[in-house]
C-alpha cells in the first residue's frame, strides 16, 4: 500500500522506541482501571479469547423459542425499532405497552400484527406479573425514573441509551440492578456488531499499536425535527414529539450520537475518561430549539489519550464514522463495516544493542507522501455474518435473561458513556473543561 | 434498493413539507437496512445467509414482504421469484456488468433457485430454505414498491393528503391529488416509437410501475440482454421492451411489472384476473410482435393506449 524506503538512521541511545515508551504508558494506565472492565487491552491472550467466547456465545443465533413476553414504555421510533429487531427472536412477543402519546398503541400493534396490551401509565405496565423483560425506550431525561422504577419492580431491563440524565440517576440504575439481582443491559448496539467486535480485538491483539487518538464524527444534513401531527403544529406535542430538541429531557446531539462513539471509546482505552470538555452552538437551525445543532467533545483518558467527537447537522459529508489512530495504523468503523490502514513502517529492524557512546545503526522505512492524506484503499475485516447490531444486541439480551449471564452492554459499560455525555453537556453549559468524578 | 426516491407533496408550509419528505426518507432508509441484498447486515440478508441451516424466525414486516413475494410466485407459476440473485451474479448485473455464463454454468444454478424452497410458517413467523444451503434472496423485483408502499402508509399517517412518491420513476404513489387537479399525471412513453407517448394517466390513490429493458442492460456481440430474467429458462427475458402496471399497491404494482414482463400475454391475462383497480400495458419487441415495430397488449387498460401515434396525437388522460 505504502511505498517504502530504507534510510539509514544514526544516534545515540536512549533505548527506548516511541512504542515502548507509549506501551509503557498504557499499561499503566489500563492497570489503573483494569477493575472496572472484564476485557481490558492489556488481558492476557486467554482472557481475550475468553470475553470474546463469551460475547460470540450470547450473539449466536438460537434455536430456543421459550415463551418470552416483553413489555414497552415508549414506543416511539427507536422504541418500534427495537420491537422489531425482538421480533427476530424466537419464541418472543410483545405483551403490553406504555405510552403518554395515543397514535404509539396503533402504530405499535401494527408493527407486531396483533392487538398490544396498552398503558398510559408505566406504573401499571410494570405492575404485570406475566412479562419476562421490559424495554425503556422513552426521552433520556425520563430513563433513571423509569428503569430504576422496572428494575425495583423486579424486571430485567433493556435500557436504551444514554442510561440516564445525571450522574446520579446512573448510579441510581446500577445500584438498582446489583441491589434486585436483575439484568440490565444498555442499548449499545455495536458492542454486538460483528465487524466492530472482530476490529476491536485485533486492535486489542495490538494490530495497530497503541491507540492513543480516537476521532468520532457523526455528521447529517437535516434540521432532525419530527413532523407535529395536525393541520396546524400543535405546541404541546412539539416538545413530546421533537424532545430531542430541548433541554427538558436531552442533551443533545452528544447524547443521541455521540454516545455509541464513546462508549467505543470507552471499549478501546479500557476505562472510562477522566475529564471532558465542549462546544457547540445553533448555527443553522433557528426554530425555537435549546440544544445545540453541532456539537464538539473531547475526553481525556489517562496517559494523555484523547477521544474527540464532532457532529454537525448540515453537511453529511463524512457521515456516521470512527477513526482509531494508533502507532503502527489505523482502523476506520462505519455502519456497516471496519477497514484498517497501516502506518509506514519506520523502524523496519530492532537497533541492535550499541554500548555506551556508539552510534546506533538501524533500518527504517519512510513513505515520501509529503503530509499528503493516504487515499488507497485499506484491508477490509471480513466477517461471515455482519447481521445488523441491533438484531444481535436484542436477541443477546434474550439469551441472558434465559440463562442469567451478564451482558457485554452492562450497567457499567451504560456508566461509562453516560459518564462522558453528561459530563461534556455539563462543560458545554459552563464553557469549561470539567472531571469526570472517578466511580467506585 | 439502488435506487434514487422523490417526494413531492404539499404541506401547510415549507418546513412542514421538507420534515415530511425527510420522515418517509428515513422510513425508506429503513426499508433499505431491512431490505438490501447488497447490504450483508440487512435482515433479508441474514435470511439468505441461515435459512438453509433451520428455521429463522423474522419480523413480522418482512415475513409480510416473503409471504407477498411468495403469492405473486404462486400466482405467476414462477414467473415471479425473488430466489433469482444468482443469476443476475452469473450474468454479471450484480455490479453492473455483463457477461454471458455458460449452460453448465447455468444448469449447476439451478438448485439454487427457485420459490417453492422457501418454506413459510406463519405460526412461529420463520423462514426456510429446503435446500438445506444458503440461497440468495434479490429483493429488486419488488423491494421498491414495497418501500413505497412503507412510505407511503406513513405518510398518510401523519396526515399528508397529496403527495407523489417515486422509486426511481420506475414504481410511483400518488397520495390523493394535487389541489385543484383530478390527479398526479403520469406519461408512460411507448418505447417502440422514441418521443411518444402512449398514455398520460392521471393518478389518485394508486400506484403505477414499470419494467423495462431500455434503461438495465448489457450488450455483447451484438445482442442486448435484459435485467429482468426468467426463472424457469435462466435467461434474460426476450422479445418484451416495456410493461406498465397499475395497482392499487405499490408492492404489488412493482412485482406485476416484472410478472407480466416474464409470462406470455395470454398467461398475464390471467394473472390479472379478478385483481381489482389493476391494469397492465405491455409493449413487445420486433421479434415476438407483429412486424415491424413490435405488439402492445394493454390488459384492463383504459383507453387506447395500442393505437400508433405521433408525437402530437397525445392521449387524453383518463379519469
Known amino acids: 500500500m505504502f511505498a517504502e524506503i530504507s534510510i539509514a538512521a544514526k544516534g545515540t541511545a536512549p533505548l527506548i522506541t516511541r512504542r515502548q515508551f507509549t506501551q509503557a504508558v498504557s499499561a499503566v494506565a489500563v492497570s489503573s482501571s483494569a477493575s472496572l472492565w472484564n476485557r481490558p487491552a492489556s488481558a492476557e491472550p486467554s482472557a481475550i479469547e475468553a470475553a470474546e467466547a463469551d460475547a460470540a456465545r450470547q450473539i449466536a443465533p438460537t434455536k430456543d423459542s421459550t415463551p418470552f413476553r416483553l413489555g414497552i414504555i415508549g414506543a416511539g421510533s427507536r422504541g418500534q425499532e427495537l420491537i422489531r429487531s425482538f421480533l427476530r427472536v424466537p419464541g418472543v412477543s410483545v405483551a403490553a405497552a406504555a405510552d403518554v402519546y395515543e397514535p404509539r398503541f396503533a402504530q405499535l400493534n401494527r408493527i407486531c400484527g396483533r392487538e398490544v396490551a396498552a398503558h398510559k401509565d408505566y406504573r401499571a405496565l410494570l405492575d404485570r406479573k406475566d412479562l419476562n423483560a421490559v424495554i425503556v425506550a422513552t426521552p433520556l431525561g425520563l430513563h433513571g425514573e423509569h428503569v430504576t422504577a422496572a428494575l425495583a419492580g423486579g424486571h430485567h431491563v433493556y435500557g436504551e441509551k444514554v442510561m440516564a440524565y445525571t450522574i446520579e440517576q446512573a448510579n441510581g440504575i446500577v445500584s438498582a440492578a446489583a441491589e434486585h439481582k436483575r439484568i440490565y443491559q444498555i442499548g449499545h448496539q455495536y458492542r454486538y456488531s460483528p465487524w466492530i467486535r472482530a476490529a476491536v480485538l485485533r486492535v486489542q491483539k495490538g494490530e495497530i499499536g497503541d491507540v492513543t487518538h480516537i476521532m468520532g464524527y457523526w455528521n447529517r444534513n437535516n434540521d432532525w425535527r419530527r413532523p407535529v401531527p395536525g393541520p396546524l403544529p400543535d405546541p404541546s406535542l412539539e416538545h413530546l414529539i421533537n424532545w430531542r430538541l430541548y433541554h427538558e429531557w436531552s442533551l443533545g446531539l452528544i447524547a443521541e450520537l455521540g454516545s455509541h462513539h464513546m462508549d467505543i471509546a470507552n471499549w478501546v482505552f479500557g476505562e472510562y475518561p477522566v475529564a471532558a470538555l465542549a462546544s457547540g452552538s445553533i448555527c443553522r437551525y433557528h426554530d425555537g430549539r435549546e440544544t445545540d445543532d453541532n456539537v464538539q467533545a473531547i475526553l481525556s483518558y489517562s496517559g494523555g489519550r484523547r477521544f474527540i467527537f464532532t457532529s454537525i447537522t448540515d453537511n453529511a459529508k463524512m457521515g456516521d464514522q470512527l477513526w482509531l489512530y494508533g502507532t503502527k495504523g489505523s482502523l476506520n468503523l462505519t455502519l456497516e463495516d471496519a477497514t484498517f490502514f497501516y502506518e509506514p513502517k519506520k523502524i523496519a529492524r530492532a537497533p541492535a544493542r550499541a554500548a555506551k557512546d556508539e552510534g546506533v545503526t538501524t533500518s527504517a522505512s519512510y513513505n515520501p507522501a509529503n503530509e499528503m492524506p493516504y487515499r488507497g484503499p485499506g484491508k477490509p475485516v471480513d466477517v461471515s455474518t455482519a447481521e445488523d447490531p441491533t438484531t444481535a444486541a436484542t436477541r443477546a439480551f434474550v439469551y441472558c435473561v434465559r440463562t442469567g449471564t451478564l451482558p457485554i452492554a452492562d450497567t457499567k459499560v451504560g456508566l461509562g458513556s453516560a459518564l462522558g455525555v453528561i459530563q461534556a453537556n455539563e462543560s458545554l453549559r459552563l464553557r469549561k473543561e470539567v472531571a469526570v468524578p472517578s466511580q467506585g | 434498493m439502488g435506487t434514487e426516491f422523490t417526494i413531492d407533496l404539499y404541506a401547510r408550509d415549507e418546513t412542514t413539507a421538507e420534515d415530511l419528505a425527510n420522515l418517509a426518507f428515513d422510513e425508506i432508509d429503513r426499508l433499505e437496512d431491512l ?285
Not at chain 2, 441461515?50 to 418482512?62: C, H, L, R, S, Y
Not at chain 2, 398526479?184 to 417502440?192: A, E, L, N, Q, Y
Not at chain 2, 429458462?233 to 416474464?262: C, K, N
Not at chain 2, 390471467?270 to 389493476?278: F, N
Open chain 2, 35 to 319: 431490505l438490501s441484498n447488497y447490504r450483508p447486515s440487512s435482515e433479508l440478508s441474514r435470511i439468505s445467509r441461515e435459512a438453509g441451516n433451520g428455521p429463522v424466525t423474522t419480523d413480522p414486516e418482512t415475513f409480510r414482504f416473503l409471504e407477498r413475494s411468495l403469492f405473486w410466485s404462486e400466482r405467476s407459476d414462477g414467473a415471479f421469484d425473488i430466489t433469482v440473485g444468482p443469476l443476475l451474479k452469473a450474468w454479471g448485473l450484480y455490479q453492473h456488468g455483463g457477461r454471458v455464463p455458460s449452460e453448465a454454468e447455468l444448469q449447476a444454478l439451478r438448485d439454487t433457485i427457485g420459490w417453492e424452497k422457501i418454506r413459510l410458517d406463519r405460526q412461529g413467523r420463520s423462514v426456510v430454505f429446503t435446500t438445506h444451503h444458503a440461497m440468495d434472496l434479490d429483493p429488486g423485483s419488488i423491494g421498491k414498491g414495497f418501500a413505497v408502499e412503507s412510505a407511503e402508509k406513513l405518510l398518510r399517517e401523519a396526515g399528508v393528503s397529496s403527495a407523489l412518491i417515486s422509486a426511481g420513476g420506475s414504481t410511483l404513489y400518488a397520495i390523493g391529488t394535487p389541489p385543484g387537479e383530478s390527479g398526479w399525471p403520469v406519461k408512460v412513453d411507448d418505447p417502440r416509437y422514441p418521443g411518444v407517448v402512449a398514455a398520460t394517466v392521471s393518478l389518485k390513490n394508486t400506484s403505477l410501475s414499470t419494467g423495462a429493458c431500455t434503461q438495465k442492460f448489457f450488450i455483447k456481440d451484438g445482442h442486448r440482454y435484459c435485467h429482468i430474467f426468467n426463472p424457469q429458462t435462466m435467461r434474460p427475458v426476450e422479445g418484451v421492451l416495456q410493461t406498465t402496471v397499475i395497482s392499487p399497491s405499490a408492492t404489488d404494482s412493482d412485482a406485476l411489472s416484472t410478472v407480466v414482463f416474464v409470462l406470455p400475454p395470454e398467461a398475464s391475462r390471467r394473472a390479472l384476473r379478478g385483481l381489482p383497480g389493476t391494469e397492465a400495458l405491455i409493449f413487445l419487441g420486433p421479434a415476438a410482435g407483429p412486424a415491424p415495430a413490435g405488439g402492445c397488449v394493454a390488459i384492463n387498460w383504459q383507453g387506447d393506449p395500442c393505437s400508433p401515434k405521433s408525437p402530437s396525437q397525445q392521449k387524453e388522460p383518463h379519469p
